[in-house]
Antibody
C-alpha cells in the first residue's frame, strides 16, 4: 500500500519561500510510471493543481504559478519536494502531495495534507 | 488555464440519483478521455472515484458512474446514500500537458 506524507513548516512569512517535502512509502519513486504531484486547496475553496515531477526529473507546472514553483525529486530518499517563492497571504492553503498515473490526471494516492499559513 | 465549470451544489434524497456536470473546452475535457472525479469529505484528502471518464477504481461502489459528451463530463450517483454527502471535483488533462480541476460541487443528501 503506497502512502504519502507531507512535512514542512506550517507558518511562513510573506516574501519568503515555502518548502514542503513528501515522503513516499510502500513504493519506489524511481520505479517509473507515475507522476509525483503537488495540489493545494485554499481554505473553503476548490483544488488547484500546482505541478508534478517524473522520477527522471521532468517537470510540469501550473502556468499561473510557474514563475514561483520548483518541484524536485530525491530518489535516494524516496521523496519529492515543493518550493514556492515570494509567498503572500494568497498562498495560505492546505498542500497535498499525490501520485498520478495515466495521463497525469488520475491521482490515486494522496497525502493527508498540511496547512501552510503565510503570515508575519 | 480556466477551471472547469461545475454546479456549486446539488441535492437528492436517499435512494435517488443525481448527476454532476463538468464543462470544459476542446482543449481539455473534449479533447481527451482523461477526466477524473474525486470525492472529498470535510477535513479529509480527496478520494479517486472515477478515472479516464468512466472507470471505477477497485473498492468504489458501482453506484458511481462517469460519462462524457463533447466538452462536458458527468458523474452520476445512483441509489444515494447518506455517506455520499461530500464535495466532488472533476479534473482533466489539458493540451498544455497540465491538469485543471473543476470548482467543486457540494452534494447534500436530504
Amino acid at each position: 500500500q503506497v502512502q504519502l506524507q507531507e512535512s514542512g513548516p506550517g507558518l511562513v512569512k510573506p516574501s519568503q519561500t515555502l518548502s514542503l517535502t513528501c515522503t513516499v512509502s510502500g513504493g519506489s519513486i524511481s520505479s517509473g510510471g507515475y507522476y509525483w504531484s503537488w495540489i493545494r486547496q485554499h481554505p473553503g475553496k476548490g483544488l488547484e493543481w500546482i505541478g508534478y515531477i517524473y522520477y527522471s526529473g521532468s517537470t510540469y507546472y501550473n502556468p499561473s504559478l510557474k514563475s514561483r514553483v520548483t518541484i524536485s525529486v530525491d530518489t535516494s530518499k524516496n521523496q519529492f519536494s515543493l518550493k514556492l517563492s515570494s509567498v503572500t497571504a494568497a498562498d495560505t492553503a492546505v498542500y497535498y502531495c499525490a501520485r498520478a498515473t495515466t495521463a497525469m490526471v488520475t491521482f490515486d494516492y494522496w497525502g493527508q495534507g498540511t496547512l501552510v499559513t503565510v503570515s508575519s | 488555464q480556466s477551471a472547469l465549470t461545475q454546479p456549486a451544489s446539488v441535492s437528492g434524497s436517499p435512494g435517488q440519483s443525481i448527476t454532476i456536470s463538468c464543462t470544459g473546452t476542446s482543449s481539455d475535457v473534449g479533447g481527451y478521455n482523461y477526466v477524473s472525479w474525486y470525492q472529498q469529505h470535510p477535513g479529509k484528502a480527496p478520494k479517486l472515484m472515477i478515472y479516464e471518464v468512466s472507470n471505477r477504481p477497485s473498492g468504489v461502489p458501482d453506484r458511481f458512474s462517469g460519462s462524457k459528451s463533447g466538452n462536458t463530463a458527468s458523474l452520476t450517483i445512483s441509489g444515494l446514500q447518506a455517506e455520499d454527502e461530500a464535495d466532488y471535483y472533476c479534473s482533466s488533462y489539458t493540451s498544455s500537458s497540465t491538469v485543471v480541476f473543476g470548482g467543486g460541487t457540494k452534494l447534500t443528501v436530504l
